[in-house]
């Protein structure tokens, strides 16, 4: 399930000490207008763990996976440029040369990077996120009768 962009405009402000990942899941949530609740419902992650992160702790790895796969982002690991063989360092410069601006060059890395030999999923299909809890059923009656309350107006 993905996050529907709402008509209003988020409240939603970046923390200027958060944890990095943690600024941009909430840039993410403001730019979607996704509410916390919105995000609770679609990642698993508690409202009361993402406001946490605006101010004292840091998000783990599940959470801010869940968060990010509820945006339509996922988590890749990229090791820095001197890190690679030269060979494969040289084949990279070489590649970038053909493409037309860094951000399609970069998109193109990331999409190679992410791709498995033998995916599991497809273009169509979105990779599995992480199950961080089940959905709280009060909350989802609650959800429930404000989305049928919102359909009747």
């Not at 988590?75 to 063989?85: F, G, S, W």
């Not at 190679?112 to 990779?127: F, L, V, Y």
Request: hydrophobic letters at 35%; one cysteine or more; a positive charge.
């Amino acid at each position: 399930m993905k996050i529907q962009p709402s008509k209003r405009p988020s409240k939603i402000s970046v923390p200027p000490r958060a944890h990095p990942l943690a600024k941009l899941v909430f840039c993410l949530m403001r730019d979607n207008a996704c509410t916390y609740a919105e995000m609770e419902w679609v990642s698993g992650v508690l409202t009361s763990t993402l406001k946490s992160w605006r101010t004292h702790s840091q998000p783990g790895l599940a959470t801010i996976e869940a968060c990010l796969g509820a945006l339509g982002w996922r988590l890749v690991p990229v090791p820095p440029l001197e890190a690679l063989p030269p060979e494969q360092r040289d084949r990279l410069e070489t590649l970038g040369l053909d493409f037309l601006s860094d951000d399609e060059a970069l998109a193109v890395a990331l999409a190679c990077a992410t791709s498995d030999p033998t995916p599991k999923w497809t273009e169509n299909t979105p990779a599995p996120l992480a199950e961080c809890r089940r959905p709280n059923p009060k909350a989802l009656r609650k959800r429930l009768r404000r989305d049928e309350k919102r359909a009747s107006q």
